[in-house]
């Protein structure tokens, strides 16, 4: 079970002046007052899985679900649309200044991200252009195309895509709004994380004591750097552990931890988990992640299945909760830990902590959460192991064919 943990054997480090940059009190407030003045707007629910949290052994469980933000589907919809909006303003003032303010906005993206910049660009008046890579299921794509975002279809995986929606951008001089940071590029990227900052302070107002630990799901590390330098920016030395998820196949930061740098992983990166099958760490939130993130972890598949069948099941002290595949891996993650003794231990989790999970989608792909969910539970380790998650997709793209060819 170790082999799935790193935490740290020092204190995590003070506020380093990149986290400081990328997310402070007044860029924090900034994101939450835009964000919250648009339409449809309303703080996400956080439940209390009080049966789980008896089960468990823990105080509380609480679970942030993001599945209805702005009808989108995931918590996405905070953050590059987020970025869209603030450029949408910035073009706005050119054109009062009489420069030409139309503009393209380009990203990757393996569903959700994609969308949420899709969105945002019709929304506010800009054109957008999205990368997908092999993986992304045919319903994802149409889910983008919806509104009205040109979407192409790039070979290989998801930091494919990141490559060739950049050389493409510099060719065709699109603003590309990335959820991940490189070398020279990072201002995009922090107001992206900048509007994930809404979760953390919405869920401070729904309870009243801090959670001791966040189990964050991590694709490139944007969305658990920015909690975890809200958090420390915010709350200094009371901040939560932050515990960073990832699959087995896709564990980048797990890697990097255990390397003492910027690690990419390559070769097989698919997992179930769509939303964080990323080789490649954020620029930005490694360096915000090493510092101040006090454990990193990883998870195989079936246990995102499983955790998905709990959350439905009704059975953990609240509502049943629909949560896609990757929604379910913080939960996943703190339930793997949380067994092992030894790693409850490492993680220095006691019947007083208060646990906080993001559900970070709902059912973004209907089809693979209907087909999840008609398992049986000795179903669910070969459906991982088998891959035949991937194959679930190709019978969506053949189901989802008449409507999302255009
Ligand atoms: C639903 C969902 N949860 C979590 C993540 C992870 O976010 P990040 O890549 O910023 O670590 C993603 C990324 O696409 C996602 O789609």
Redesign the pocket.
Known sequence: MLDHLWTRSSPVELLGATEANVINPAAAAAAEKEISSWLYYTPTPLHSLTELARACEVGAIDYKDEGNRFLLG???ALGGAYAVRSLALRAQDREREGSPSSMTVACAT????GRSVAWAASRFGLNAVIYIHSEVSERRKSEIERYGARVHRVDGVYDDAVRQVKLDGERFGWTIVS?TSYPGYTEIPSLVMQGYTVMPAEAARQRSELPTHVFL????????AALCAYYRAIYGAEAPKIIVVEPVNAACLLASARAGALTEVTGDISTVMA??A?GRPSMLAWEILSRGAFGFMSVPDAEAVRAMRLLASGETGTVSIVS?E??AAGLAGFLLANRSPEMRARLEIDRSSRIMVIG??SDTDPELYRRIMDLHDDQVSSFCKNREWSRARSSIAEIAAPSSER
Do not use: I, M, R, Y
């Open positions: 995931s918590f996405k393996d569903g959700n991200h959820d799901q991590c694709g490139v590390g944007a969305l658990p939303g964080l990323c896609g990757t929604g970070t989608e």
